[in-house]
Protein backbone atom coordinates (compact mmCIF):
# COMPACT_ATOMS: atom_id res chain seq x y z
CA UNK A 1 0.00 0.00 0.00
CA UNK A 2 1.10 3.35 -0.58
CA UNK A 3 2.20 6.18 1.68
CA UNK A 4 -0.62 8.93 2.56
CA UNK A 5 -3.67 8.80 3.99
CA UNK A 6 -6.47 6.84 2.31
CA UNK A 7 -10.22 7.44 3.20
CA UNK A 8 -12.80 4.94 1.56
CA UNK A 9 -16.45 4.38 2.40
CA UNK A 10 -16.41 6.22 5.79
CA UNK A 11 -19.47 6.51 7.84
CA UNK A 12 -19.64 8.43 10.70
CA UNK A 13 -22.03 10.73 13.14
CA UNK A 14 -24.20 10.39 16.24
CA UNK A 15 -25.97 7.23 17.55
CA UNK A 16 -29.25 7.81 16.10
CA UNK A 17 -27.78 10.02 13.31
CA UNK A 18 -24.93 9.47 10.40
CA UNK A 19 -23.59 12.86 9.47
CA UNK A 20 -21.64 11.75 6.70
CA UNK A 21 -21.98 8.48 4.86
CA UNK A 22 -19.69 6.51 2.70
CA UNK A 23 -17.07 9.13 2.02
CA UNK A 24 -14.46 8.88 0.30
CA UNK A 25 -11.13 11.25 -0.46
CA UNK A 26 -8.70 11.37 -3.07
CA UNK A 27 -5.51 9.53 -1.68
CA UNK A 28 -3.28 12.76 0.42
CA UNK A 29 0.61 12.28 -0.24
CA UNK A 30 2.68 13.12 2.90
CA UNK A 31 3.90 16.46 3.17
CA UNK A 32 0.77 17.60 1.92
CA UNK A 33 -1.90 20.29 3.69
CA UNK A 34 -5.26 19.95 3.24
CA UNK A 35 -8.07 21.99 4.18
CA UNK A 36 -11.68 20.91 4.79
CA UNK A 37 -14.45 23.56 3.53
CA UNK A 38 -17.97 23.81 3.98
CA UNK A 39 -21.06 25.49 5.53
CA UNK A 40 -22.05 24.86 8.66
CA UNK A 41 -22.97 21.00 9.43
CA UNK A 42 -21.37 20.24 6.71
CA UNK A 43 -19.60 17.36 8.17
CA UNK A 44 -16.05 18.88 8.48
CA UNK A 45 -15.53 18.94 12.36
CA UNK A 46 -17.13 14.66 12.50
CA UNK A 47 -14.73 14.18 9.69
CA UNK A 48 -11.77 15.33 11.45
CA UNK A 49 -13.10 13.46 14.40
CA UNK A 50 -13.29 10.52 12.82
CA UNK A 51 -9.75 10.80 11.40
CA UNK A 52 -8.65 11.34 15.00
CA UNK A 53 -10.52 8.56 16.44
CA UNK A 54 -12.59 10.83 18.70
CA UNK A 55 -15.67 9.63 16.49
CA UNK A 56 -16.47 6.09 15.92
CA UNK A 57 -16.90 5.65 12.21
CA UNK A 58 -17.27 2.96 9.80
CA UNK A 59 -15.10 2.75 6.62
CA UNK A 60 -11.28 2.81 6.31
CA UNK A 61 -8.46 5.37 7.43
CA UNK A 62 -5.24 4.14 5.78
CA UNK A 63 -1.85 6.06 6.76
CA UNK A 64 1.07 4.56 5.31
CA UNK A 65 -0.43 1.71 4.44
CA UNK A 66 -1.86 1.53 8.22
CA UNK A 67 -5.74 0.63 9.23
CA UNK A 68 -6.02 3.60 11.44
CA UNK A 69 -9.85 2.63 11.84
CA UNK A 70 -10.36 0.11 15.38
CA UNK A 71 -7.10 0.98 16.61
CA UNK A 72 -7.04 1.49 20.40
CA UNK A 73 -6.54 5.24 21.36
CA UNK A 74 -2.98 4.48 22.39
CA UNK A 75 -2.04 3.34 19.57
CA UNK A 76 -3.60 5.58 17.31
CA UNK A 77 -1.77 8.69 19.04
CA UNK A 78 1.62 6.98 17.86
CA UNK A 79 0.54 8.70 14.80
CA UNK A 80 -2.44 10.97 14.74
CA UNK A 81 -2.52 14.21 16.36
CA UNK A 82 -5.80 16.36 16.92
CA UNK A 83 -5.78 19.70 17.87
CA UNK A 84 -9.43 20.83 19.02
CA UNK A 85 -10.54 25.31 18.40
CA UNK A 86 -8.99 26.21 22.33
CA UNK A 87 -7.42 25.28 24.52
CA UNK A 88 -9.71 25.34 28.11
CA UNK A 89 -8.73 28.15 30.35
CA UNK A 90 -7.62 28.07 34.49
CA UNK A 91 -4.96 25.34 33.90
CA UNK A 92 -1.98 26.13 36.75
CA UNK A 93 0.94 24.93 33.94
CA UNK A 94 3.77 26.41 32.47
CA UNK A 95 3.65 26.56 28.23
CA UNK A 96 6.71 24.29 28.94
CA UNK A 97 4.78 21.47 30.95
CA UNK A 98 1.72 21.79 28.94
CA UNK A 99 4.29 20.49 25.98
CA UNK A 100 6.14 17.94 28.21
CA UNK A 101 2.34 16.64 29.01
CA UNK A 102 1.54 16.08 25.60
CA UNK A 103 4.97 14.21 25.03
CA UNK A 104 4.33 11.89 28.33
CA UNK A 105 0.56 11.61 28.34
CA UNK A 106 1.16 8.70 26.15
CA UNK A 107 4.19 6.72 24.14
CA UNK A 108 4.64 8.88 20.82
CA UNK A 109 5.31 6.60 17.36
CA UNK A 110 8.98 7.78 17.09
CA UNK A 111 10.96 6.53 20.26
CA UNK A 112 11.32 8.75 23.15
CA UNK A 113 14.51 9.97 21.59
CA UNK A 114 16.50 12.21 24.32
CA UNK A 115 15.06 14.35 27.13
CA UNK A 116 11.63 15.33 27.36
CA UNK A 117 12.20 18.69 28.34
CA UNK A 118 14.80 19.35 25.73
CA UNK A 119 12.51 18.11 22.95
CA UNK A 120 9.92 20.06 24.20
CA UNK A 121 11.82 23.10 24.08
CA UNK A 122 13.45 22.65 20.56
CA UNK A 123 9.39 22.52 19.18
CA UNK A 124 8.66 25.98 21.33
CA UNK A 125 11.55 27.44 19.05
CA UNK A 126 10.25 26.01 16.03
CA UNK A 127 6.99 27.64 16.37
CA UNK A 128 8.73 30.47 17.45
CA UNK A 129 7.55 30.94 21.56
CA UNK A 130 10.86 30.09 22.65
CA UNK A 131 10.82 33.18 25.12
CA UNK A 132 7.75 32.34 26.94
CA UNK A 133 8.48 28.77 27.96
CA UNK A 134 8.04 29.27 31.91
CA UNK A 135 5.24 31.67 31.56
CA UNK A 136 1.67 30.36 32.88
CA UNK A 137 -0.58 29.03 29.47
CA UNK A 138 -2.95 30.89 31.07
CA UNK A 139 -1.23 34.48 31.40
CA UNK A 140 -0.87 34.16 27.04
CA UNK A 141 -2.66 36.05 24.80
CA UNK A 142 -5.12 34.18 22.17
CA UNK A 143 -2.93 34.02 19.23
CA UNK A 144 0.24 32.93 21.83
CA UNK A 145 -2.55 30.02 23.46
CA UNK A 146 -2.16 28.69 19.49
CA UNK A 147 0.70 28.44 19.12
CA UNK A 148 1.59 26.77 22.11
CA UNK A 149 -1.42 24.43 21.11
CA UNK A 150 0.52 23.88 18.16
CA UNK A 151 3.68 22.73 19.97
CA UNK A 152 2.26 20.37 22.30
CA UNK A 153 0.25 18.76 18.87
CA UNK A 154 4.12 18.75 17.42
CA UNK A 155 6.31 17.30 19.80
CA UNK A 156 4.75 13.71 19.39
CA UNK A 157 6.06 14.00 16.19
CA UNK A 158 2.92 13.18 14.39
CA UNK A 159 2.66 11.60 11.09
CA UNK A 160 -1.17 12.96 10.45
CA UNK A 161 -2.38 16.16 12.17
CA UNK A 162 -5.92 17.16 12.20
CA UNK A 163 -6.57 21.21 13.60
CA UNK A 164 -10.93 22.25 13.83
CA UNK A 165 -10.61 25.88 12.99
CA UNK A 166 -7.30 26.87 14.49
CA UNK A 167 -7.90 30.42 13.41
CA UNK A 168 -11.05 31.22 14.58
CA UNK A 169 -9.66 33.15 17.44
CA UNK A 170 -7.39 34.77 16.27
CA UNK A 171 -6.40 38.06 14.83
CA UNK A 172 -4.91 38.28 11.62
CA UNK A 173 -1.36 38.51 11.84
CA UNK A 174 -1.70 35.73 13.89
CA UNK A 175 -3.86 33.53 11.44
CA UNK A 176 -1.10 33.93 8.65
CA UNK A 177 1.25 33.23 10.84
CA UNK A 178 -0.15 30.16 12.24
CA UNK A 179 -1.16 29.08 8.95
CA UNK A 180 2.19 29.66 7.19
CA UNK A 181 3.41 27.51 9.86
CA UNK A 182 1.38 24.96 10.00
CA UNK A 183 2.36 24.47 5.83
CA UNK A 184 6.00 24.70 6.07
CA UNK A 185 5.77 22.53 8.93
CA UNK A 186 4.05 20.28 7.05
CA UNK A 187 6.28 20.33 4.24
CA UNK A 188 9.27 19.96 6.31
CA UNK A 189 8.46 16.96 8.53
CA UNK A 190 6.78 15.15 5.77
CA UNK A 191 3.83 15.37 7.89
CA UNK A 192 -0.22 15.43 6.26
CA UNK A 193 -1.65 18.62 7.71
CA UNK A 194 -5.69 18.51 7.74
CA UNK A 195 -7.14 21.56 8.72
CA UNK A 196 -11.04 22.79 9.06
CA UNK A 197 -11.15 26.19 8.26
CA UNK A 198 -13.73 28.73 7.22
CA UNK A 199 -11.71 31.10 5.63
CA UNK A 200 -11.96 30.67 2.07
CA UNK A 201 -9.05 32.75 1.19
CA UNK A 202 -7.13 31.54 4.08
CA UNK A 203 -7.35 28.30 2.59
CA UNK A 204 -6.54 28.78 -0.78
CA UNK A 205 -3.39 30.63 0.47
CA UNK A 206 -1.52 27.62 2.25
CA UNK A 207 -3.65 24.44 0.98
CA UNK A 208 -2.06 21.97 -1.13
CA UNK A 209 -5.53 21.05 -1.46
CA UNK A 210 -9.00 21.72 -0.64
CA UNK A 211 -11.75 19.33 -0.47
CA UNK A 212 -15.08 20.85 0.24
CA UNK A 213 -18.19 19.36 2.23
CA UNK A 214 -22.02 19.51 1.83
CA UNK A 215 -24.62 17.62 3.59
CA UNK A 216 -21.48 14.81 4.65
CA UNK A 217 -20.51 14.07 0.84
CA UNK A 218 -17.33 15.45 -0.74
CA UNK A 219 -18.86 18.15 -3.03
CA UNK A 220 -15.60 19.61 -5.02
CA UNK A 221 -12.09 19.09 -4.20
CA UNK A 222 -8.40 19.21 -5.63
CA UNK A 223 -6.10 22.30 -5.93
CA UNK A 224 -8.12 25.19 -4.68
CA UNK A 225 -8.40 26.91 -7.86
CA UNK A 226 -10.00 24.02 -9.61
CA UNK A 227 -12.14 23.04 -6.34
CA UNK A 228 -13.23 26.87 -5.08
CA UNK A 229 -15.36 28.19 -7.89
CA UNK A 230 -18.11 30.43 -8.40
CA UNK A 231 -20.26 27.46 -9.40
CA UNK A 232 -18.96 25.67 -5.71
CA UNK A 233 -19.53 28.80 -4.39
CA UNK A 234 -23.05 28.86 -5.69
CA UNK A 235 -24.17 25.42 -5.18
CA UNK A 236 -22.19 24.99 -1.60
CA UNK A 237 -22.87 27.64 0.07
CA UNK A 238 -25.70 29.32 -1.81
CA UNK A 239 -23.89 32.56 -2.28
CA UNK A 240 -23.31 34.58 -6.03
CA UNK A 241 -19.69 35.30 -6.12
CA UNK A 242 -16.78 36.34 -8.65
CA UNK A 243 -13.48 34.66 -8.32
CA UNK A 244 -10.34 35.60 -9.55
CA UNK A 245 -7.62 33.02 -8.73
CA UNK A 246 -5.03 35.41 -9.47
CA UNK A 247 -1.79 33.27 -8.64
CA UNK A 248 -0.85 30.30 -6.80
CA UNK A 249 -2.26 30.87 -3.29
CA UNK A 250 -3.83 34.14 -4.36
CA UNK A 251 -7.95 34.32 -4.74
CA UNK A 252 -9.85 37.14 -4.77
CA UNK A 253 -13.34 36.97 -4.02
CA UNK A 254 -16.55 39.67 -4.32
CA UNK A 255 -19.71 38.13 -2.63
CA UNK A 256 -22.84 39.93 -4.44
CA UNK A 257 -25.91 38.36 -3.38
CA UNK A 258 -27.30 35.43 -1.14
CA UNK A 259 -28.97 32.76 -3.34
CA UNK B 1 17.38 27.79 24.87
CA UNK B 2 19.67 26.65 27.32
CA UNK B 3 18.70 29.02 29.77
CA UNK B 4 15.15 28.49 29.73
CA UNK B 5 15.86 24.61 30.45
CA UNK B 6 17.93 25.92 32.83
CA UNK B 7 15.16 27.57 34.24
CA UNK B 8 12.59 24.73 34.21
CA UNK B 9 15.19 22.43 36.10
CA UNK B 10 15.22 24.91 38.82
CA UNK B 11 11.50 25.16 39.16
CA UNK B 12 11.70 21.23 39.49
CA UNK B 13 14.03 21.24 41.76
CA UNK B 14 12.20 23.83 43.91
CA UNK B 15 9.08 21.35 43.53
CA UNK B 16 10.62 18.80 44.81
CA UNK B 17 11.99 21.14 47.63
CA UNK B 18 8.65 22.26 48.80
CA UNK B 19 7.04 19.02 48.36
CA UNK B 20 9.98 17.97 51.20
CA UNK B 21 8.96 20.93 52.65
CA UNK B 22 5.05 20.00 53.08
CA UNK B 23 5.89 16.43 54.33
CA UNK B 24 8.66 17.82 57.00
CA UNK B 25 5.36 20.34 57.76
CA UNK B 26 3.09 16.95 58.41
CA UNK B 27 5.45 15.77 60.28
CA UNK B 28 5.70 18.03 62.60
CA UNK B 29 2.15 18.76 62.54
CA UNK B 30 1.84 15.26 63.55
CA UNK B 31 4.21 15.15 66.85
CA UNK B 32 2.91 18.47 67.80
CA UNK B 33 -0.41 16.60 67.57
CA UNK B 34 0.70 13.90 68.92
CA UNK B 35 2.11 15.58 72.71
CA UNK B 36 -1.15 17.43 72.84
CA UNK B 37 -3.65 16.59 74.86
CA UNK B 38 -5.56 17.25 78.23
CA UNK B 39 -3.83 14.56 80.17
CA UNK B 40 -1.23 16.79 81.00
CA UNK B 41 1.62 14.95 79.70
CA UNK B 42 4.42 17.10 78.33
CA UNK B 43 6.17 16.54 75.15
CA UNK B 44 8.92 14.66 77.02
CA UNK B 45 6.61 12.53 78.28
CA UNK B 46 4.51 11.49 75.53
CA UNK B 47 7.59 10.63 73.39
CA UNK B 48 9.35 8.57 76.53
CA UNK B 49 6.51 6.88 76.24
CA UNK B 50 6.96 5.56 72.75
CA UNK B 51 10.25 4.66 73.05
CA UNK B 52 9.88 3.05 76.41
CA UNK B 53 6.37 2.08 76.37
CA UNK B 54 7.62 -0.60 79.31
CA UNK B 55 9.00 1.96 81.35
CA UNK B 56 5.97 4.03 81.99
CA UNK B 57 2.24 3.47 83.86
CA UNK B 58 -0.41 1.67 82.63
CA UNK B 59 -2.45 4.93 83.25
CA UNK B 60 0.05 6.95 80.71
CA UNK B 61 0.70 3.77 78.64
CA UNK B 62 -3.31 3.43 77.53
CA UNK B 63 -3.04 7.18 77.14
CA UNK B 64 -0.56 7.13 74.69
CA UNK B 65 -0.99 3.85 72.83
CA UNK B 66 -4.48 3.36 73.05
CA UNK B 67 -5.55 7.50 72.63
CA UNK B 68 -2.92 9.73 71.29
CA UNK B 69 -0.94 7.35 68.40
CA UNK B 70 -3.98 6.17 66.59
CA UNK B 71 -5.85 9.60 66.80
CA UNK B 72 -2.81 11.28 65.46
CA UNK B 73 -2.19 8.27 63.07
CA UNK B 74 -5.87 8.97 62.01
CA UNK B 75 -5.85 12.26 61.31
CA UNK B 76 -2.72 12.05 59.17
CA UNK B 77 -4.07 9.33 57.29
CA UNK B 78 -7.50 11.06 56.91
CA UNK B 79 -6.13 14.51 55.76
CA UNK B 80 -3.67 12.53 53.65
CA UNK B 81 -6.50 10.00 51.70
CA UNK B 82 -9.26 12.89 51.65
CA UNK B 83 -6.96 15.17 50.25
CA UNK B 84 -5.67 13.19 47.45
CA UNK B 85 -9.35 11.83 46.67
CA UNK B 86 -10.09 15.33 45.96
CA UNK B 87 -7.04 16.23 43.66
CA UNK B 88 -7.67 13.49 41.68
CA UNK B 89 -11.71 14.15 41.72
CA UNK B 90 -10.91 17.87 40.57
CA UNK B 91 -8.66 16.97 37.71
CA UNK B 92 -11.03 13.78 36.16
CA UNK B 93 -14.33 15.80 36.66
CA UNK B 94 -12.58 19.34 35.94
CA UNK B 95 -14.49 20.97 38.39
CA UNK B 96 -12.36 22.87 41.08
CA UNK B 97 -15.53 22.80 43.70
CA UNK B 98 -15.49 18.93 43.20
CA UNK B 99 -14.47 17.29 46.28
CA UNK B 100 -15.64 13.87 47.91
CA UNK B 101 -18.40 15.88 49.54
CA UNK B 102 -19.46 17.23 46.47
CA UNK B 103 -20.52 14.33 44.84
CA UNK B 104 -22.88 13.06 47.79
CA UNK B 105 -19.98 10.23 49.19
CA UNK B 106 -20.24 12.06 52.80
CA UNK B 107 -23.70 12.51 52.72
CA UNK B 108 -24.34 8.90 51.53
CA UNK B 109 -21.80 7.87 54.26
CA UNK B 110 -24.02 9.70 56.98
CA UNK B 111 -27.15 8.26 55.57
CA UNK B 112 -25.45 5.10 56.09
CA UNK B 113 -24.24 5.49 59.36
CA UNK B 114 -27.95 7.17 60.52
CA UNK B 115 -29.27 3.74 59.80
CA UNK B 116 -27.34 1.52 61.78
CA UNK B 117 -26.85 4.53 64.58
CA UNK B 118 -30.67 5.47 64.96
CA UNK B 119 -32.46 2.29 63.28
CA UNK B 120 -30.25 -0.35 64.09
CA UNK B 121 -29.73 -1.40 60.51
CA UNK B 122 -27.16 -3.08 59.48
CA UNK B 123 -25.71 -5.56 57.76
CA UNK B 124 -27.03 -9.30 58.00
CA UNK B 125 -24.09 -10.66 59.60
CA UNK B 126 -23.37 -8.26 62.04
CA UNK B 127 -22.73 -9.83 64.91
CA UNK B 128 -19.32 -10.24 67.05
CA UNK B 129 -16.70 -8.02 65.78
CA UNK B 130 -18.81 -6.96 63.48
CA UNK B 131 -21.09 -5.35 65.68
CA UNK B 132 -18.67 -2.56 66.89
CA UNK B 133 -18.17 -1.67 62.73
CA UNK B 134 -21.83 -1.77 62.17
CA UNK B 135 -21.92 2.19 61.95
CA UNK B 136 -18.28 2.67 60.03
CA UNK B 137 -19.50 -0.59 57.61
CA UNK B 138 -22.52 0.90 57.26
CA UNK B 139 -21.47 4.23 55.89
CA UNK B 140 -18.61 2.82 54.12
CA UNK B 141 -21.18 0.72 52.23
CA UNK B 142 -23.67 3.59 51.15
CA UNK B 143 -20.27 5.95 50.51
CA UNK B 144 -19.36 3.36 47.86
CA UNK B 145 -22.66 2.62 46.81
CA UNK B 146 -23.11 6.77 46.15
CA UNK B 147 -19.28 6.16 44.36
CA UNK B 148 -20.66 2.95 41.74
CA UNK B 149 -23.90 4.67 40.87
CA UNK B 150 -21.34 7.90 39.56
CA UNK B 151 -19.39 4.70 38.12
CA UNK B 152 -22.31 3.44 36.07
CA UNK B 153 -23.08 6.83 34.69
CA UNK B 154 -19.36 7.77 34.24
CA UNK B 155 -19.06 4.38 32.12
CA UNK B 156 -21.66 5.70 29.63
CA UNK B 157 -19.93 7.01 26.79
CA UNK B 158 -21.89 10.47 26.76
CA UNK B 159 -21.93 11.22 30.29
CA UNK B 160 -19.26 13.90 30.46
CA UNK B 161 -17.57 16.09 33.60
CA UNK B 162 -20.40 18.18 33.93
CA UNK B 163 -22.99 15.19 34.43
CA UNK B 164 -21.03 13.74 36.86
CA UNK B 165 -20.98 16.62 38.99
CA UNK B 166 -24.18 17.37 38.45
CA UNK B 167 -25.79 14.22 39.25
CA UNK B 168 -23.07 14.29 42.44
CA UNK B 169 -25.31 17.41 43.48
CA UNK B 170 -28.50 15.57 42.78
CA UNK B 171 -27.09 12.66 45.09
CA UNK B 172 -25.80 15.21 47.93
CA UNK B 173 -29.80 16.63 48.06
CA UNK B 174 -31.29 13.43 48.19
CA UNK B 175 -29.00 11.33 51.08
CA UNK B 176 -28.67 14.52 53.18
CA UNK B 177 -32.98 14.24 53.01
CA UNK B 178 -33.14 10.99 53.79
CA UNK B 179 -30.59 11.41 56.75
CA UNK B 180 -32.87 14.18 57.76
CA UNK B 181 -35.69 12.02 57.71
CA UNK B 182 -34.02 9.31 59.97
CA UNK B 183 -33.23 12.02 61.97
CA UNK B 184 -36.51 13.40 62.20
CA UNK B 185 -37.60 9.45 63.47
CA UNK B 186 -35.17 8.75 66.06
CA UNK B 187 -34.90 9.08 69.77
CA UNK B 188 -33.03 12.18 71.63
CA UNK B 189 -30.04 9.74 72.72
CA UNK B 190 -29.75 8.67 68.74
CA UNK B 191 -30.30 12.30 67.42
CA UNK B 192 -27.31 13.08 69.42
CA UNK B 193 -24.99 10.06 68.22
CA UNK B 194 -26.00 11.19 64.75
CA UNK B 195 -25.25 14.96 64.86
CA UNK B 196 -21.71 14.14 66.71
CA UNK B 197 -20.99 11.31 64.14
CA UNK B 198 -21.71 13.90 61.23
CA UNK B 199 -19.81 16.32 62.84
CA UNK B 200 -16.83 14.36 62.33
CA UNK B 201 -14.61 13.21 65.04
CA UNK B 202 -11.14 10.92 65.49
CA UNK B 203 -12.54 9.89 68.69
CA UNK B 204 -13.31 6.53 66.89
CA UNK B 205 -9.96 5.95 65.54
CA UNK B 206 -8.17 2.59 66.69
CA UNK B 207 -5.26 0.67 65.64
CA UNK B 208 -7.64 -2.14 63.47
CA UNK B 209 -9.19 0.70 61.93
CA UNK B 210 -6.06 3.16 61.26
CA UNK B 211 -4.32 -0.13 59.98
CA UNK B 212 -7.24 -0.21 57.61
CA UNK B 213 -7.54 2.92 56.43
CA UNK B 214 -3.73 3.19 56.19
CA UNK B 215 -3.78 -0.22 54.03
CA UNK B 216 -6.27 1.60 51.47
CA UNK B 217 -3.85 4.48 51.13
CA UNK B 218 -0.91 2.77 50.92
CA UNK B 219 -2.01 0.24 47.91
CA UNK B 220 -4.41 3.26 45.84
CA UNK B 221 -1.63 5.96 46.38
CA UNK B 222 0.59 4.31 44.13
CA UNK B 223 -2.25 3.62 41.49
CA UNK B 224 -3.05 7.54 41.54
CA UNK B 225 0.45 8.42 41.31
CA UNK B 226 0.91 6.15 37.97
CA UNK B 227 -1.76 8.01 36.34
CA UNK B 228 -0.29 11.43 37.21
CA UNK B 229 1.12 11.91 33.37
CA UNK B 230 -2.34 11.10 31.86
CA UNK B 231 -4.10 13.27 34.92
CA UNK B 232 -1.92 16.00 33.60
CA UNK B 233 -2.83 15.67 29.68
CA UNK B 234 -6.29 15.35 30.66
CA UNK B 235 -5.88 19.19 32.04
CA UNK B 236 -5.35 20.05 28.84
CA UNK B 237 -8.91 19.14 27.78
CA UNK B 238 -10.60 15.64 27.20
CA UNK B 239 -10.21 15.24 23.39
CA UNK B 240 -6.70 16.51 23.46
CA UNK B 241 -6.12 14.24 25.37
CA UNK B 242 -7.65 11.24 23.71
CA UNK B 243 -5.47 12.28 20.51
CA UNK B 244 -2.61 12.16 23.13
CA UNK B 245 -3.39 8.60 23.77
CA UNK B 246 -5.30 8.59 27.08
CA UNK B 247 -8.14 6.48 27.29
CA UNK B 248 -10.44 9.45 29.23
CA UNK B 249 -12.99 7.01 29.95
CA UNK B 250 -10.81 4.34 31.51
CA UNK B 251 -8.59 6.82 33.17
CA UNK B 252 -11.83 8.47 34.79
CA UNK B 253 -13.37 5.11 36.00
CA UNK B 254 -10.27 3.72 37.54
CA UNK B 255 -9.95 7.50 39.21
CA UNK B 256 -13.47 7.46 40.63
CA UNK B 257 -12.95 3.74 41.77
CA UNK B 258 -9.47 5.17 43.77
CA UNK B 259 -11.32 7.69 45.20
CA UNK B 260 -14.42 5.75 46.22
CA UNK B 261 -11.92 3.60 48.21
CA UNK B 262 -10.43 6.60 50.05
CA UNK B 263 -13.20 8.99 50.39
CA UNK B 264 -15.63 5.96 51.28
CA UNK B 265 -13.21 4.45 54.04
CA UNK B 266 -12.08 7.73 55.45
CA UNK B 267 -15.49 9.30 55.91
CA UNK B 268 -16.84 5.45 57.18
CA UNK B 269 -14.22 5.91 60.37
CA UNK B 270 -14.44 9.90 61.01
CA UNK B 271 -17.51 10.93 60.03
CA UNK B 272 -18.08 13.53 58.01
CA UNK B 273 -14.58 16.10 57.81
CA UNK B 274 -15.43 18.41 54.64
CA UNK B 275 -13.35 21.21 53.58
CA UNK B 276 -9.43 19.06 53.77
CA UNK B 277 -10.72 17.25 50.37
CA UNK B 278 -11.64 20.51 49.03
CA UNK B 279 -8.57 22.98 50.16
CA UNK B 280 -5.58 20.54 50.66
CA UNK B 281 -5.66 20.04 46.79
CA UNK B 282 -6.13 23.93 45.99
CA UNK B 283 -3.28 25.09 48.24
CA UNK B 284 -1.05 22.10 46.73
CA UNK B 285 -1.83 23.57 43.25
CA UNK B 286 -1.38 27.27 44.20
CA UNK B 287 2.10 26.33 45.73
CA UNK B 288 3.01 23.93 42.66
CA UNK B 289 1.21 24.16 39.77
CA UNK B 290 -0.90 21.02 38.05
CA UNK B 291 1.98 19.09 37.02
CA UNK B 292 0.14 16.09 38.49
CA UNK B 293 3.93 14.28 39.24
CA UNK B 294 3.99 16.71 41.70
CA UNK B 295 -0.02 17.74 42.64
CA UNK B 296 -0.88 14.34 43.88
CA UNK B 297 2.28 13.93 46.35
CA UNK B 298 1.57 17.83 47.81
CA UNK B 299 -2.03 17.46 48.33
CA UNK B 300 -1.76 14.22 49.92
CA UNK B 301 0.78 16.11 52.06
CA UNK B 302 -1.09 19.02 52.76
CA UNK B 303 -3.99 17.34 53.55
CA UNK B 304 -1.95 15.36 56.31
CA UNK B 305 -0.56 18.48 57.68
CA UNK B 306 -3.93 20.50 57.77
CA UNK B 307 -5.39 17.68 59.62
CA UNK B 308 -2.79 17.23 62.02
CA UNK B 309 -3.30 20.72 63.13
CA UNK B 310 -6.97 20.88 63.14
CA UNK B 311 -6.57 17.91 65.29
CA UNK B 312 -4.42 19.92 67.76
CA UNK B 313 -5.88 22.53 67.82
CA UNK B 314 -9.30 21.00 68.42
CA UNK B 315 -7.79 20.18 71.56
CA UNK B 316 -6.32 23.45 72.71
CA UNK B 317 -8.94 25.84 71.74
CA UNK B 318 -11.44 24.53 74.90
CA UNK B 319 -9.25 23.43 77.29
CA UNK B 320 -9.98 20.50 78.75
CA UNK B 321 -12.25 19.85 75.68
CA UNK B 322 -12.03 17.82 72.90
CA UNK B 323 -13.81 19.44 69.75
CA UNK B 324 -15.42 17.68 67.19
CA UNK B 325 -12.26 17.85 64.33
CA UNK B 326 -14.56 18.27 61.87
CA UNK B 327 -15.46 21.62 63.21
CA UNK B 328 -11.57 22.62 63.71
CA UNK B 329 -10.77 21.33 60.00
CA UNK B 330 -13.22 24.54 58.52
CA UNK B 331 -11.89 27.14 60.89
CA UNK B 332 -8.49 26.98 60.30
CA UNK B 333 -8.48 25.81 56.63
CA UNK B 334 -10.86 28.56 55.45
CA UNK B 335 -8.51 31.46 56.92
CA UNK B 336 -5.40 29.78 54.76
CA UNK B 337 -7.83 29.03 51.62
CA UNK B 338 -8.57 32.81 51.79
CA UNK B 339 -5.11 33.96 52.56
CA UNK B 340 -3.66 31.90 49.64
CA UNK B 341 -6.41 33.55 46.96
CA UNK B 342 -6.28 36.69 47.62
CA UNK B 343 -2.29 36.39 47.73
CA UNK B 344 -2.12 34.83 44.34
CA UNK B 345 -5.10 37.14 43.35
CA UNK B 346 -2.44 40.01 44.35
CA UNK B 347 0.45 38.20 42.01
CA UNK B 348 -1.95 38.06 38.89
CA UNK B 349 -1.07 34.18 38.89
Redesign the interface.
Known sequence: MSAGLHVTDLSAGYRDRAVIEHLSLPPIARGETVALLGPNAAGKSTLLRALAGLTPARGSIRLDGDELNGLPLADRAKAVTYMPQTLPQGIALTVLETVIGALEASPTGQGHGGDAAERAMAVLGRVGIEALAMRGIDQLSGGQRQLAALAQALVRAPRLLLLDEPTSALDLNHQVRVLDLVRSLAREQDMIAVLVLHDLQAAARIADRVVVLSEGQVAAAGPPEEAITPAVLADVWRVRARIDHCERGSLRMVIDDIL | ?KA??D???R?VRRRVMVIVLIAAIAVAAFVVDLVTGPSGMGARDVLYGIAYPDRITPGQRAIIWDVRLPYAMMAVMVGASLSLAGAEMQTIL?N?MASPFTLGVSSAASFGASLAIVLGIGLPFAGGWAADWMVSLNAFLFAFLAMLLLQAVARQRAAGAQTLVLLGIALVFAFNALTSLVQFLSSQEALQQLVFWTMGSLSRATWSNVSVLALVLLVVAPFSLASA??L??L???E?????????VGRLRFLSLFRISLLAATAVAFVGAIGFIGLVGPHIA??LL???HRYLLPASLFTGAAIMSVASALSKLLVPGVLMPVGIVTAMIGVPIFLFLIFRSGRQG?
Open positions: MMLDYRTDPKATARLGDRAQSFGVDRMGEDA
